[in-house]
């Protein structure tokens, strides 16, 4: 239901971006398409003014996610993140009494957006969902797949920038789907992604490398692991990286090879960028989706040329160039 959007934001994007004089900061651009994925799936039909002005307030909101002291005083940020967060929510609660009124009305399509399921949707007690619960959801579905989405796609076009093999073969795939494509299709099908095979393993390839440092959990029993006791109710951290990078698990760990997951199928517990179990990412699909989607258009159509292609790498709270990736996008035909 919402490749099609996914779609136009990606086309969109990539064709403003490429009629840039000037270089941009990639990762700040990367994430105005992320976030458009997960606004227009939750409200659908939106004008960009009123997106980028919830844009601007969740970034206020974001840049006190990392702080050190949560001080509610006016000057820091997490003061600053509070204020945003109610202009968030009354921009966020005018639209979704808008849509109860469309509901009500009859207004609303087959096609329904994710606020419209939500509305109509009961919890475990049979009640309808509180709007400040609809408001919490979308704050949670932006905390959880802007950021991480938006360096997913950095990362990725930084990788295969770097390794050309793997960028020609990964353009080679792309270009046999629109070939064996019928003439009257104009747009990407869920049958076309599932065929992206060795993009599939470009994108494993890349959340190995460089998924988030940890995630936490607590102990709900006594556990012990390997002569160690962990007592119920202790936090743990589960360090992602060090399972993804340990040779042991996976050889050359260091080394960019999307081939490797042509026979390679990682035992439990050695590759986990979206959790495991009842804590498995729900946006799992539809990020990867969202990644293929639009690695498809990128590798076939544009290219990238760093501005500062030595610049040193950060490692929190993920991996990227402490220039934000700094670059101009090209269309390849207009190279």
């Known amino acids: 239901m919402y490749l099609e959007r996914i779609e136009d934001i990606v086309i969109n994007k990539l064709e403003e971006l490429s009629s ?11 994430r105005k398409i992320s976030f458009n994925f997960i606004f227009q799936i939750f409200t659908g039909s939106c004008d ?9 307030l969740f970034d206020v909101m974001g840049s006190a996610l990392f702080s050190l002291m949560p001080i509610n005083v006016p000057g820091f940020a997490f003061n600053k993140a509070l204020k945003a967060r109610k202009k968030f929510a009354k921009i966020v609660q005018n639209i979704i009494d808008e849509r109860r009124m469309m509901a009500k009305e009859r207004q609303i399509g087959e096609k329904k957006d994710l606020i419209n399921i939500l509305l109509e949707m009961n ?9 400040k619960d609809i408001i919490d959801l ?17 990362l990725t076009i930084m990788y295969l ?28 099908s869920i049958e076309e992604i599932q065929k992206m095979t060795y993009l599939s393993q470009v994108f494993d390839e890349t959340l190995r490398i460089t998924s988030v440092f940890a995630t936490f959990r607590e102990a709900t029993t006594d556990a012990n692991i390997n002569g160690y006791l962990i007592p119920k109710g202790w936090k743990v ?17 260091d080394e960019f090879n999307p081939s490797r997951w042509n026979d390679h199928n990682p035992t439990t517990g050695t590759f986990l960028p979206f959790g495991i179990g009842r804590r498995l990412c729900p946006g799992r699909d539809l990020s ?6 639009f690695l498809h258009y990128f590798v076939l159509n544009y290219k990238l040329e760093r501005i500062n292609p030595e610049c040193p790498l950060t490692g929190l709270p993920y991996i990227k160039p402490t220039d934000n990736c700094l670059a101009k996008v090209t269309k390849l035909s207009d190279a």
């Open 161 to 188: 920038t770097e390794h050309p093999l793997c960028l020609k073969k990964a353009k080679e795939e792309q270009e046999e789907i629109l070939k064996a494509r019928p003439p009257s299709q104009k747009r990407l």
């Open 288 to 293: 990867k989706y969202e990644m293929l989607i």
């Open 20 to 30: 840039m004089k000037h270089p941009v900061e990639f990762l700040k651009e990367m």
């Open 237 to 253: 951290l589960v360090w992602l990286n060090a399972m993804h990078m340990a040779p042991e698990h996976h050889s050359n760990p």
């Open 123 to 131: 919890d475990e007690a049979g009640e309808k969902l509180e709007d």
């Open 138 to 154: 979308l704050i949670t579905l932006l905390f959880g797949g802007h950021d991480s989405i938006a360096a997913g796609m950095m």
């Open 48 to 56: 960009q003014g009123t997106i980028n002005k919830i844009s601007d």
